[in-house]
T-cell receptor, first 113, second 115 residues
Framework: AQKITQTQPGMFVQEKEAVTLDCTYD???????LFWYKQPSSGEMIFLIY??????QNATEGRYSLNFQKARKSANLVISASQLGDSAMYFC??????????FGTGTRLKVLA | DAMVIQNPRYQVTQFGKPVTLSCSQT?????MYWYQQKSSQAPKLLFH???????NEADTPDNFQSRRPNTSFCFLDIRSPGLGDAAMYLC??????????????FGPGTRLLVL
């Protein structure tokens, strides 16, 4: 069975600083995808970044980067130059099998002015 | 803009009174999903459709049903809502070309309140 663990229920970061949100996963599948989503208070899940299990390079999307360490089964999200608008819940998810996705319990990020 | 639309954004129903939530997409994606997200919890996959093929998660209660009459629309029916079914219901889509490594695109969600 697949599992996602996010051990940080809440995080604070100063505006313009970088922050790392932790995610570890467990799967016996060789082919899988790792995803990060942002959920503001409005409720919509916004896709941020994706990492495939076979990808050699760490994924980057603008201010978001994914620190993928396959041997350690970790897929941490790094947000550089934090902005006030980054305050939200962040979910790590794994896609495995056939259209099956498991989400972690999330990390609530608060950016301080 | 191509998108996933959910109506209504807020739905109030009475205990035991059937309720239907709707989702539509303009992305022309093959796969549509329904998630339940209770307060301060992770989204939980209820079921998904690949085209017209329905796939139920093993632990989804029988009280929850779904219909997909065409590519664009998908409905979530709760036959007899209980107080424990109050949650955010999220609809998502994906292309259906490279499971399990494809991105899902979510709608804004419907918050269901059961009185």
């Amino acid at each position: 069975a697949q599992k996602i663990t996010q051990t940080q229920p809440g995080m604070f970061v100063q505006e313009k600083e970088a922050v790392t949100l932790d995610c570890t996963y467990d799967t016996s599948d060789q082919s899988y995808g790792l995803f990060w989503y942002k959920q503001p208070s409005s409720g919509e899940m916004i896709f941020l970044i994706y990492q495939g299990s076979y990808d050699e390079q760490n994924a980057t999307e603008g201010r978001y980067s994914l620190n993928f360490q396959k041997a350690r089964k970790s897929a941490n999200l790094v947000i550089s130059a934090s902005q006030l608008g980054d305050s939200a819940m962040y979910f790590c998810a794994i896609g495995s099998g056939t259209y099956k996705y498991i989400f972690g319990t999330g990390t609530r990020l608060k950016v301080l002015a | 803009d191509a998108m996933v639309i959910q109506n209504p954004r807020y739905q109030v129903t009475q205990f035991g009174k059937p309720v239907t939530l709707s989702c539509s997409q303009t992305l022309n994606h093959n796969v549509m999903y329904w998630y339940q997200q209770k307060s301060s919890q992770a989204p939980k996959l209820l079921f998904h459709y690949y085209d017209k093929d329905f796939n139920n998660e093993a632990d989804t209660p029988d009280n929850f049903q779904s219909r997909r009459p065409n590519t664009s629309f998908c409905f979530l029916d709760i036959r007899s809502p209980g107080l424990g079914d109050a949650a955010m219901y999220l609809c998502a889509t994906s292309r259906g070309e490279r499971a399990p490594r494809e991105t899902q695109y979510f709608g804004p969600g419907t918050r269901l309140l059961v009185l």
